[in-house]
């Protein structure tokens, strides 16, 4: 029988009777003839509140037990999921991630997926079982220890199962109808993409749009696996959502499919250091070593054989960024006079796959914000995306102002 996965997010799965509606979707793909694997996460909170429980228990926590911990939100969905299938008559059981089992790295906290052995759900898809539930999130490491696959995981449990059993589809059941063309809680016009490519969806992911974990989206652009994103909530039977798929399967579609934003962001400039070889990677390398997701980068015209290096971090790394700049110049790696971090910018970017072949994007983006008096700080640019740095507290009015002037409530 043709696989199908179906992933429920947390608010899909929040309370017994929002399970019981779960099942009867699942249900319904049984009597369309799937063997359906159900990846749930926890109730809505209650990942969180694990969270909190270790943070409060232990400020420097062990990312192990922190594992065992925040993992068990999903054991308890699974097994409920699998119990309310069966109470349908539908044959179902639930799965922990270490009973597939879902191989992973040992990097606690933020695991990656190695290996997911079809064999053992097989053999009882072939024994009559017609839905195996598994626990999102979780893993098992090569020592045998729990791993999660850090916060938002599930969606990739899901995609990496769709990939492993060569599923027909991952259909992703969330609190929304779909991706958007911007948030529409900033823009009463965002509209509801059908369809959006891999690509866009993948910048518009780690951009910081919540539907997705953006490894998700990685995985499924690798191994393309087909993936429908929909609400749980609406009807049985409306099931248009958006599809995430190859460029390849949109036919029309505008320049720009999105503005994404990214609310806390810091600018930081490293004023006065030496213009010569290798000072990048004497400044960038100590941050990554120190964890700082370092993302624009911009490097000043030099004068006189010194130069201004500006980059851009999420504002709760400012401070590690600030003591491992420190660091380096104490051990003589680098030199500068100050280091200036602007904490109240926010980050407001356009993606499309249309950019390729369209010019005048960053213009029209540039002009937008300038008739909204929007000074722009920092720009970079990549094939499919323009990003700028702004102050925050301009950020949702350059995110209407661009929606509209990229007509993105018009469909192509
Ligand atoms: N329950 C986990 C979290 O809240 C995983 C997930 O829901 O995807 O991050
Ligand atoms: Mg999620």
């Known amino acids: 029988m043709p696989i199908l996965v179906m992933k429920f997010g947390g608010t899909s799965v929040a309370t017994l009777d929002r399970i019981r509606r779960a099942a009867k979707r699942v249900g319904r793909e049984v009597a369309n003839g799937y063997d359906v694997i ?20 232990s400020p420097l926590f062990d990312a192990r037990e922190y594992d065992a911990v925040v ?4 054991q308890v969905t699974a097994g409920l999921m699998a119990l309310t299938l069966q109470e349908m008559d539908v044959p179902a059981r639930s799965w922990q991630g270490w009973q597939v089992p879902l191989k992973t790295t040992d990097a606690h906290a933020a695991a990656r997926i190695e290996e997911i052995p079809p064999a053992n759900i097989l053999a009882k898809f072939e024994q009559g079982m017609r839905v195996a539930v598994v626990a999102g999130f979780q893993g098992i490491a090569p020592d045998n220890r729990i791993t999660t696959l850090g916060r938002g995981g599930s969606d990739t449990t899901a995609v990496a199962f769709a990939a492993a059993f060569g599923a027909e589809r991952c259909d992703i059941y969330t609190d929304v109808d779909g991706v ?3 948030d529409p809680r900033i823009s009463e016009n965002a509209r509801k993409l059908d369809r959006i490519a891999f690509e866009e969806m993948l910048e518009l992911a780690s951009l910081g749009a919540k539907v997705l974990q953006t490894r998700s989206v990685e995985l499924a652009m690798r191994y393309k696996v087909k993936l429908r ?4 909530f609406g009807e ?12 390849e399967d949109i036919v029309e579609s505008n320049v720009v499919a999105g503005v994404a934003y990214s609310r806390d962001e810091a600018k930081m400039t490293l004023i006065s250091v030496a213009d010569r070889p290798g000072i990048a990677a004497a400044i960038f390398g100590p941050l990554a070593e120190a964890g700082v997701n370092v993302d624009m980068i911009v490097q000043n015209i030099s004068e006189e054989g010194r130069t201004d290096m500006t980059f851009s971090c999420p504002t709760n790394q400012v401070a590690r960024a600030e003591a491992a700049m420190k660091k380096a110049k104490e051990a003589g790696e680098i030199n500068f006079h100050d280091l200036v971090a602007d904490t109240g910018v926010a980050k ?16 029209k983006m540039f002009q937008a914000l300038r008739d909204e008096g929007i000074n722009i700080k920092v720009i970079t640019t990549s094939e499919i995306k323009i990003s700028v740095l702004i102050d925050r507290k301009y950020m949702e009015l350059a995110v209407q102002a661009l929606h509209d002037a990229f007509e993105l409530e018009k469909v192509a």
């Open 38 to 57: 159900v990846i749930v996460s926890a109730m809505a909170g209650e990942t969180n509140k694990l969270v909190g429980y270790v943070e409060e228990t």
């Open 71 to 74: 993992s068990s939100g999903e």
């Open 180 to 182: 958007y063309t911007t």
């Open 229 to 232: 994103v929909l609400s749980s």
């Open 236 to 247: 049985m039977g409306d099931d248009a959502g958006t599809l995430v798929c190859d460029e």
């Open 348 to 363: 407001v970017s356009v993606v499309g796959i249309g950019m390729r072949s369209h010019a005048g994007v960053a213009a």
